[in-house]
T-cell receptor, first 116, second 112 residues
Framework: DAGITQSPRHKVTETGTPVTLRCHQT?????MYWYRQDPGHGLRLIHY???????DKGEVSDGYSVSRSKTEDFLLTLESATSSQTSVYFC???????????????FGQGTRLTVV | KQEVTQIPAALSVPEGENLVLNCSFT??????LQWFRQDPGKGLTSLLL?????REQTSGRLNASLDKSSGRSTLYIAASQPGDSATYLC???????????FGSGTRLSIRP
């Protein structure tokens, strides 16, 4: 299995509180991603990173921020959690292989977040 | 904007049948296409990766093909088994490879 770890795996938090999810990789891959998965919506990209301190928005970025101060860590922060952010959050990584080709993406086991 | 569609949304077949899952994408300027499997309550497991220069990839009973010009990929599963029951997703990275976009998946059920 690819070396990718998400923490925490489960979290219950109250509306209005800040929450930070962590994704840690040991593969030294360039790209890191945060997705959320909800019934009826599939996997939707929140934010992604293409290098240390290089991040950009995905399709559902409102209410979320990210930071990547080291290659191995990508943090997702919910500034002020709302019930609509109750979801399963997945981190993914991918890197460049061979002659510049984009390699496989690997996923973490997910974080189940409940906002009450 | 890239859009990825998977048909059918759900499929139930008896054990032993060969089956095909479909994935289509609107922008043919893709870097690669990847198929994943997801079991209920679990993360995604990579099955096959096809680079944009390739036409197909095989792993055991799985064969994935890619036709960039028509914007289509198929995942062929031979001699299906109950353990193949899961949701299968396809994904394509685009926009300088930084964004990976997923289809909504096909939920596969193999009846013993």
């Amino acid at each position: 299995d690819a070396g990718i770890t998400q923490s925490p795996r489960h979290k219950v938090t109250e509306t209005g509180t800040p929450v930070t999810l962590r994704c840690h990789q040991t593969e030294n891959h360039r790209y890191m991603y945060w997705y959320r998965q909800d019934p009826g919506h599939g996997l939707r990209l929140i934010h992604y990173s293409y290098g240390v301190k290089d991040t950009d928005k995905g399709e559902v970025s409102d209410g979320y921020s990210v930071s990547r101060s080291k290659t191995e860590d990508f943090l997702l922060t919910l500034e002020s959690a709302t019930s609509s952010q109750t979801s399963v959050y997945f981190c993914a990584i991918s890197g460049v292989v061979g002659q510049g080709a984009l390699g496989e993406a690997f996923f973490g086991q997910g974080t189940r977040l409940t906002v009450v | 904007k890239q859009e990825v569609t998977q048909i059918p949304a759900a499929l139930s077949v008896p054990e032993g049948e060969n089956l095909v899952l479909n994935c289509s994408f609107t922008d043919s300027a893709i870097y690669n296409l990847q198929w994943f499997r997801q079991d209920p309550g679990k993360g995604l497991t990579s099955l096959l990766l096809i680079q944009s220069s390739q036409r197909e990839q095989t792993s055991g009973r799985l064969n994935a093909s890619l036709d960039k010009s028509s914007g289509r990929s198929t995942l062929y599963i031979a001699a299906s088994q109950p353990g193949d029951s899961a949701t299968y997703l396809c994904a394509v990275p685009y926009s300088s490879a930084s964004k990976i976009i997923f289809g909504s998946g096909t939920r596969l059920s193999i009846r013993p």
